[in-house]
């Protein structure tokens, strides 16, 4: 085990590898400083470069996008009262106070050393926990992967925001949109309604920049979003004294552990436990009244546990196959595009590639430190960079990135569609991670449900007589259920 963690660090320490990483990192945090943007974003548009990488140094790249990208959405909740992602939007509650009290410096320092110690525990208990439970599902049948696969979607459909039953439409679309093309089993078109394009069905690519890059675009530019004011004070001394350190890291400790754990939770995300941790730390905190006023701890504890919970939510991608939030439910798409498929065969198949990235998120918690230290007093530069710069470039790398993937034109019209659709989810409150997630689920659900009943006979009953198959679906219904009464009470009231 050790040998191998071993192994993985010194092939991050390969000059092309860490430069990548490094790169990885910067990325992230630019884009998740900027409002609108997002770290799925970010990986949907690094997806071509993606293509060109040795496996190792691609995903150790998209890892530091992914993590620079958690910690970068607290520069502008700090500096903007405005949460560059989801995941900071508790962080804006002591972090813009500070700013208005003239310690944004010291707000981005301690945002900083939060999410270092919280990306590093993650990284310790991703390190500790994923081999052990790869073992465990290296024992799975077919029927407890299509269980598996259906509990993922539920659990993604269920928390993607207030009307579950948008967020369930949405997954059932995205399952539907999966069928497009030739039934493996049976050799029939499915959906294709004569065009001889559709019966390879869509390629999982272009979906993925449609319905989070291009859709976005179209939000800002119908939203005419304009040029983004940073607070104008100087950054200044960042780095917290030993002092307010001790006075924060029981808070930022706390905060890495709740991370964690909602973090291996699919579909739950970085913004749920931030809310969590904040909430515990100032039950926790011996000056609860501060928080809210510019509390050290009120920005440490969420900026900790968000930044925990990129460990976490990697932990059932690798070892599953089933993404922990949006980010890496897009990061699975990338894995499948790359011709890397995460499950417990990959700890037995690719264990290189697996302790690699157990080391590159450790090597990348200290490139994220640094990178935070020396960039923060660049920060409001970077959040003055005008929406209609910013937009153009982007368009044209998702027009690139989707040309790229067959050199057809063929794959930029499927990106611009799914783009529109994605548009008009948003517009109308449905969420488009459930769809995206019955994209790339529901092949790996519709080749493991004929398997089972292949070796079943036909018969139904392997669904509910396997005890690993029968505590998924219930775990799928439970979720649902419960979901749906939450919404109701929440209706009512």
């Not at 696969?149 to 995205?174: P, R, T, V, Y």
């Not at 080749?447 to 036909?458: F, G, T, Y």
Request: include cysteine.
């Amino acid at each position: 085990m050790f040998a191998n963690f071993l192994s993985g660090f010194s092939a991050i320490l390969q000059p092309l590898t860490f430069l990548f990483m490094v790169f990885g990192v910067v990325v992230g945090i630019i884009i998740g400083a900027l409002p609108g943007l997002s770290g799925s974003m970010g990986i949907i548009l690094l997806l071509p470069l993606v293509y060109r990488l040795p496996a190792d140094t691609a995903l150790v790249m998209l890892c530091g996008l992914f993590c620079g990208s958690m910690y970068g959405g607290s520069i502008s909740a700090i500096l903007l009262k405005t949460p560059g992602t989801p995941s900071a939007a508790a962080t804006v509650l002591d972090g813009y106070p500070l700013c208005e009290q003239g310690q944004a410096g010291r707000a981005l320092g301690i945002s900083t050393i939060a999410s270092f110690i919280g990306g590093l525990f993650s990284s310790i208990c991703l390190f500790l926990i994923a081999p052990q439970l790869a073992k465990i599902a290296l024992n799975f049948h077919a029927a407890d992967y299509f269980s598996l696969a259906i509990f993922g979607l539920s659990i993604m459909a269920s928390s993607s925001g207030k009307n579950i039953g948008k967020g369930l439409l949405a997954g059932c679309l995205g399952l539907l949109i999966s069928t497009v093309g030739i039934d493996a089993i049976a050799g029939t078109d499915r959906f294709t309604f004569g065009i001889p394009r559709l019966m390879r069905g869509f390629n999982l690519l272009p979906v993925l920049i449609g319905v989070f890059a291009l859709s976005e675009v179209f939000s800002q530019v119908a939203n005419k979003h304009g040029k983004s004011t940073a607070n104008a004070q100087v950054i200044t001394n960042m780095l917290p004294k030993w002092f307010d350190i001790k006075g924060f890291l029981i808070a930022a400790i706390v905060g890495s552990v709740i991370g964690v754990f909602v973090g291996i939770i699919p579909g739950t995300g970085g913004s749920i436990a931030s809310f969590i941790a904040y909430n515990v730390a100032q039950k926790l905190s011996k000056r609860p009244d501060k928080f809210g006023k510019g509390s050290y701890e009120g920005v440490a504890a969420p900026e900790a546990s968000n930044n925990a919970t990129t460990g976490g939510a990697l932990i059932p991608m690798l070892c599953l196959g089933v993404p922990g939030d949006v980010v890496t439910s897009v990061m699975l798409g990338s894995l499948i595009l790359i011709g890397v498929r995460p499950g417990p065969l990959l700890f037995v198949e690719s264990i290189d590639l697996v302790y690699t990235i157990f080391a590159g998120m450790f090597a990348i918690q200290f490139v994220m430190l640094a990178a935070g230290l020396v960039s923060a007093k660049y920060s409001p530069k970077i959040l003055k960079i005008p929406t209609n710069i910013l937009m153009p470039i982007i368009i044209i790398l998702c027009v690139v990135g989707s040309y790229s993937l067959g050199n057809q034109l063929y794959d930029v019209y499927v990106a611009v569609c799914f783009g529109v659709i994605g548009y008009f989810m948003k517009k109308y409150g449905y969420p488009g991670a459930p769809l995206v997630l019955g994209v790339i689920l529901g092949p790996i659900a519709e080749e493991n449900l004929n398997r089972a009943l292949l070796m079943s006979k036909n018969s139904l009953t392997v669904f509910y007589t396997r005890p690993i198959s029968l505590v998924f679906l219930l775990l799928a219904a439970f979720t649902i259920v419960f979901s749906l009464v939450s919404s109701m009470k929440k209706a009512k009231a």
